[in-house]
Nanobody, 121 residues
Framework: VQLQASGGGLVQAGDSLRLSCTAS????????VGWFRQAQGKEREFVAT??????RSYANSVNGRFTIRDNAKNTFELQMNSLKPEDTAVYYC?????????????????WGPGTLVTVSS
């Protein structure tokens, strides 16, 4: 599966932003999608994931502010509300074949190019 993320940009603290991840290729097989982010000088970290059945999981730092959605057309969205400067990072979507979602980046074999989100204070 190939992935393409979009929707990043520069916003102010408290604003909202929506990221999209479009999957193509062998999308007829069950797969799950996760969102990760990497701030400058830091390791990549888990943000959110959604399983084949629609079960969602979030990092504590974004729980209640971010929402991951499956738009059922091989497009997955990450709605980010109440953004904070510490949310500034390159955001990546990732995919793994199967029905169980994962919080570990190593469980995902397919990655799209990142999209930069910058939140100013």
């Amino acid at each position: 599966v190939q992935l393409q993320a979009s929707g990043g940009g520069l916003v102010q603290a408290g604003d909202s932003l929506r990221l999209s991840c479009t999957a193509s290729g062998r999308t007829s097989s069950p797969y799950v999608v996760g969102w990760f982010r990497q701030a400058q000088g830091k390791e990549r970290e888990f943000v959110a994931t959604i399983s084949w059945s629609g079960s969602r999981s979030y990092a504590n730092s974004v729980n209640g502010r971010f929402t991951i959605r499956d738009n059922a057309k091989n497009t997955f969205e990450l709605q980010m509300n109440s953004l904070k400067p510490e949310d500034t990072a390159v955001y990546y979507c990732a995919a793994a074949y199967g029905k169980t979602s994962y919080r570990q980046s190593g469980s995902y074999a397919y990655w799209g190019p990142g999209t930069l989100v910058t939140v100013s204070s």
